[in-house]
């Protein structure tokens, strides 16, 4: 089992910037990938950004390439969203993931259905 714990959400203004962290315990040995979702009010759950633990490969969703950066410190286990120029779009429960399976390329890290374990999410709110 893999624990998965966010922080960093909060209220910004837009144009503003936010950094989002998981930190991850347990067996993260086993963690291929992690990943970032996002849900709105009313809307499903969506890919924001994923990055492979060892090779650190990354993807992104259309709607936040340029302004998101995902990055992971290995050695803490912890994973971060760097969130600038944020939108009232942009609003949403911001929710961390972690994948035990290596899946060549991105296809399956940019869908719900390739992780594993999930954390319990943070609120990010941008006011116009």
């Known amino acids: 089992q893999v624990q998965l714990v966010e922080s960093g959400g909060g209220l910004v203004q837009d144009g503003g910037s936010l950094r989002l962290s998981c930190a991850a315990s347990g067996r993260t040995f086993s963690t291929h990938a992690m990943g970032w979702f996002r849900q709105a009010p009313g809307k499903e759950r969506e890919f924001v950004a994923a990055?492979?633990?060892?090779?650190?490969?990354?993807y992104y969703a259309d709607s936040v390439k340029g302004r998101f950066t995902i990055s992971r410190d290995n050695a803490k286990n912890t994973l971060y969203l760097q969130m600038n120029s944020l939108k009232p779009d942009d609003t949403a429960v911001y929710y961390c993931?972690?994948?035990?399976?290596?899946?060549?390329?991105?296809?399956?890290?940019?869908?719900?259905?390739?992780?594993?374990?999930w954390g319990q999410g943070t609120q990010v709110t941008v006011s116009s």
């Open positions: 990055i492979k633990w060892i090779y650190g490969s990354t």
């Open positions: 993931a972690a994948s035990a399976t290596s899946y060549s390329g991105g296809y399956y890290y940019r869908r719900e259905v390739g992780y594993d374990y």
